[in-house]
């Protein structure tokens, strides 16, 4: 059974796909079962540059950040995109990052995210809940 909002690797081609609604059906890709991406959350082992950190930037708005330390962003090894979910999970704000672009999510309107998750394309998937880093 596949969930709402689970993330799905194929072993083969390394496509990655999102649930939209719940289904009974077993997710296949090059003739192989799909992989369920269970996300890390202790970032210790990686000098802290994976786990997403909220803040609060100089107007006020949210900002997702990737690493307490900032995550390289170069041709070998970047973070694919940063995604955020509402509470109640009927909501998620979504981008896509590239090699040399800034390792960050600003959430410029009133969005009342749960959690957040980053795609890295060596070491995997990556989560936060916001309730974690709130003073």
């Known amino acids: 059974m596949t969930r709402r909002l689970e993330l799905y690797k194929c072993k083969v081609c390394n496509n990655i796909v999102q649930v939209l609604i719940d289904g009974v059906g077993e997710l296949v890709c090059c003739g192989e079962p799909m992989e369920l991406l269970q996300p890390h959350t202790n970032d210790s082992e990686f000098n802290e540059k994976h786990v997403p950190v909220f803040e609060k930037d100089e107007n006020g ?75």
């Open 61 to 135: 708005n949210d900002v997702v950040k990737i690493g307490s330390v900032p995550h390289p962003m170069v041709d070998e090894h970047f973070i694919q995109f940063i995604e955020i979910i509402s509470k109640d999970k009927k909501d998620m704000r979504l981008k896509y990052l590239f090699p040399a672009d800034e390792p960050r999510m600003a959430v410029n309107e009133p969005f009342d995210f749960d959690y957040s998750v980053e795609y890295c394309n060596i070491h995997g998937l990556w989560a936060n809940n916001s309730e974690r880093d709130e003073k």
